[in-house]
């Protein structure tokens, strides 16, 4: 029985989700899957797990088990839970790739979708578990579409033994077609359940035109409304973390808090904590007490989860000009009442502006949950994860740019480009629905009705669809999904990607091919296998061609490198800079990329003066940062993300004990003090990255004498790759930009301004 506090008691009864209740659990109790669609705010993710927990399905030592595309909402769903339910962390906790609060007695465990298919690969009936949700089905990531995929099959294996597991999918939209209609997935159609969405009317405003500048013209409709608008919190949609950055100040400035927040918007790997700093002074513990003790069965092999944040909330620009934006239509009231060019700080309308995006550390988040000071209106610059995974009490108002930030990939050549696009209308109608959960709301869109009807699409594209499955393939071979075409995915990746990713694999020795031509054919005509070699690969949660690397440096001193630089490589963003990276998209690369260059070039030329790639600089400033203790203070001075730092440090953990596990007689540790390699050990660790890379090769064209003056331009610093028929050049953010080895390897090529670039470029002599 439980026993709720008075104040969540009389939350709880206002979610229209707790009439729901009985048939809840009688259809889930009733079938083995049951698919729940209500709007965001409704109490799926919240009650759900309640319902199942007060309905006994956690008697006998069980687990409910829910999972999260984002890391972020499994560790704050746990935790409300649990207080909702009157029970501590130790009872209701999470578990996301690096870190994790689950005890024995845990209960009720959230964790990322990545975590649960970790778990399935250990134990693939899941016989901990009694109930397991899949939430936020709608978002469609790759990990959530297998999982469902995985557990269509569980589930009836565990109904056929006698001892059921129930699988409850949850959508916060009513497009689960692909789910409830999928004769592959379920030949009988689970069930839906609707949960009514107390939703109050939202009105939605269009602007007349849609402006080229969406966060200047954003940034103007705040302040109208903030200035002639009544009483009611702003939420703002933008599309990356530095956009939510520029935004939060230029809002800041304008409106002035009583109570300034001098943290607010600065970016958070610059240390605030004056105790943090010091460290670097302080003299190194042992090995054993520095370095995080990591139980290696509760993670992740596959960080793609996280990695999926990062698009979108990292490679993006500061775009600083205050110019004027269009000619928009107002549907607020009077035009000419104010100045929204005015410059000067407005003291009487002070604005409590919190910035939200997914890696911004959980206390920053929380402080979205927490009333405005008195007197002063609450205004959230939010990447997505507002859409849909978080509720933000009392917002009144939503302001929509219409744009999200995603990676592209093209499906043969795995070319790369950041695109911001418009969203589809599924998400701009949930994006505007927020306004709408605590009394009648309006949306503000900086874009035409004409726009939205004509050029949106309906849904946004399953993840499945759009990015590379090497990973995903791997994976599923190591757990003896052979025939991944027969596989029954919600929606199935694309005959080029699945091709793709089977060429990579069987290249670097993970598939070998048992019957049909190598590259040839259509995947079902081409039978692979694992092999051994694949099935170590899949046991590190990196990308497949740096787990190669790992499998092929077999002696200890190389490995501790190597198990250094697929973490540097791994991690996206070791440089400060770097997150300006793609200002190549905007057609001004040179300011940028230069003083990235230049950092590199000074990393790069620090102790033995190795320049040959950037790998060796990501090893020398990772390994430089450790050796200093990797304070925020060092990162600071060195132009190194902090957050990165921690990350490629967690990483490092993670590798060197599965090298252990897997090859007992390494016998290697995290060694923080590791000195940098020599230049035989340099050479030999090149050759084991060319291994990974091996089909990422570049030739340095050669410009004929008698060539076209415009010809010989583009020619010139050229090369040469196997993938594409088309000029590719050497980043400018790379160390060996204008360097032009003639051979080099790279790790990623990507498309902006019309020009094709190797990024992580690495000489072979
Ligand atoms: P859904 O999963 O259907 O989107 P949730 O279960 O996340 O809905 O949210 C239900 C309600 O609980 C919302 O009104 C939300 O505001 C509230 N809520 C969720 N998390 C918190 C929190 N950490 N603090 C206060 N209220 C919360
Ligand atoms: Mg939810």
Request: charged share 25%.
């Amino acid at each position: 029985v439980v026993e709720r506090n008075e104040h969540i008691q009389a939350a709880r009864v206002k979610l229209p989700i707790l009439g729901e209740e009985q048939q809840i659990i009688e259809t889930i109790s009733e079938n083995m899957v049951t698919i729940i669609c209500g709007e965001t705010g409704s109490g799926k993710t919240t009650q759900v797990p309640q319902f199942l927990y007060e309905a006994g399905y956690t008697s006998g030592g069980y687990l409910i088990g829910i999972t999260e595309p984002r890391r972020v909402a499994a560790m704050s769903m746990s935790k409300r839970v649990a207080e909702e339910l009157g029970l501590t962390q130790d009872d209701v906790s999470y578990q996301i790739r690096y870190e994790g609060n689950t005890t024995a007695k845990t209960c009720i465990k959230f964790m990322t979708d990545g975590v649960l298919l970790k778990e399935i690969q250990k134990d693939f009936l899941l016989g901990k578990y009694r109930a397991v949700i899949i939430d936020e089905a709608h978002e469609r990531s790759v990990y959530t579409d297998v999982l469902i995929g995985l557990l269509s099959r569980i589930v009836s294996l565990r109904h056929k033994k006698g001892n059921p597991l129930k699988l409850i999918i949850m959508s916060a939209t009513l497009r689960v077609e692909d789910f409830r209609d999928n004769k592959m997935l379920f030949p009988e159609p689970p069930p839906v359940l609707k949960i009514d969405s107390r939703q109050f009317p939202v009105t939605v405003h269009f602007n007349k035109r849609t402006p080229e500048d969406y966060l200047t013209e954003t940034f103007r409709k705040v302040c109208k409304i903030h200035r002639q608008l009544p009483a009611g919190g702003i939420l703002i949609f933008v599309t990356g973390k530095q956009e939510v950055h520029t935004l939060c100040r230029k809002l800041q400035r304008t409106f002035p808090s009583t109570k300034p927040k001098p943290d607010e918007d600065a970016p958070e790997e610059k240390p605030t904590n004056e105790k943090e700093a010091p460290l670097a002074r302080e003299k190194p513990a042992t090995l054993d007490e520095k370095l995080p003790t990591i139980e290696l069965n509760s993670y992740s092999a596959l960080p793609m989860d996280e990695q999926a944040e990062l698009i979108g909330e990292q490679n993006d620009l500061d775009i600083e000009d205050e110019s004027e934006g269009s000619d928009a239509e107002e549907d607020i009231k009077s035009d000419k009442v104010f100045d929204y060019e005015q410059r000067q700080a407005d003291r009487q309308l002070p604005l409590h502006v919190l910035p939200l995006y997914s890696l911004l550390n959980t206390k920053r988040q929380a402080l979205v949950f927490e009333r405005p000071p008195e007197g002063c209106r609450l205004c959230v610059v939010s990447t997505n994860v507002a859409e849909t995974s978080l509720t933000i009490p009392n917002i009144k108002y939503v302001v929509d740019s219409g744009k999200t930030k995603n990676k592209f990939y093209d499906k043969v050549t795995g070319v790369s480009t950041f695109r911001v696009t418009f969203t589809s209308q599924a998400s701009a109608n949930q994006r505007a629905g927020r306004s709408g959960r605590t009394a009648p709301g309006h949306c503000y869109r900086i874009y035409s009705s004409s726009v939205f009807n004509d050029e949106f699409e309906k849904f946004s594209a399953p993840e499945i669809v759009s990015r590379p499955v090497d990973d995903l393939i791997l994976q599923m071979n190591s757990m003896g999904i052979e025939k991944v075409i027969n596989f029954p995915f919600p929606t199935p990746p694309s005959d080029e990607s699945l091709l793709a990713a089977q060429d990579l694999l069987i290249k670097l020795g993970a598939l070998k091919v048992t019957k049909g031509r190598f590259r040839r054919a259509i995947t079902d005509k081409v039978s692979t296998q694992i092999t051994d070699l694949g099935k170590t690969m899949a046991l590190f949660p990196v990308a497949p061609r740096y787990a190669r690397m790992l499998a092929l440096a077999h002696q200890k001193d190389l490995l501790e490198y190597i198990i250094a630089i697929v973490s540097a490589c791994s991690v996206q963003e070791l440089f400060v800079e770097d997150s300006l990276n793609s200002a190549l998209e905007d057609g001004d690369m040179s300011k940028m990329a230069a003083r990235i260059n230049k950092q590199k070039t000074q990393w790069a030329g620090r102790g033995q003066s190795l320049l040959t790639g950037d790998a060796m600089v990501y090893l020398k400033a990772s390994g430089a940062a450790e050796f200093a203790g990797g304070t925020p203070a060092f990162c600071e001075l060195n132009g190194l993300r902090f957050k990165a730092i921690s990350e490629v440090r967690k990483l490092r953990v993670q590798l060197t004990n599965i090298v252990n596990s897997v090859l007992p007689s390494a016998q290697i540790c995290v060694d923080p003090k590791m000195s940098p390699p020599t230049e035989i050990q340099a050479k030999l660790i090149r050759q084991i990255m060319l291994v990974g890379l091996a089909d990422r090769v570049a030739r340095l064209n050669v410009v004929p004498n008698d060539a076209e003056p415009d010809v010989k331009k583009k020619m010139r610093n050229s090369y040469q790759t196997t993938l594409i028929n088309d000029y590719c050049y050497i980043h400018p953010s790379s160390v060996l930009y204008k360097k032009n080895p003639e051979y080099v390897v790279y790790q990623d090529i990507m498309e902006a301004n019309d020009k094709v670039y190797l990024r992580g470029v690495i000489a072979i002599e």
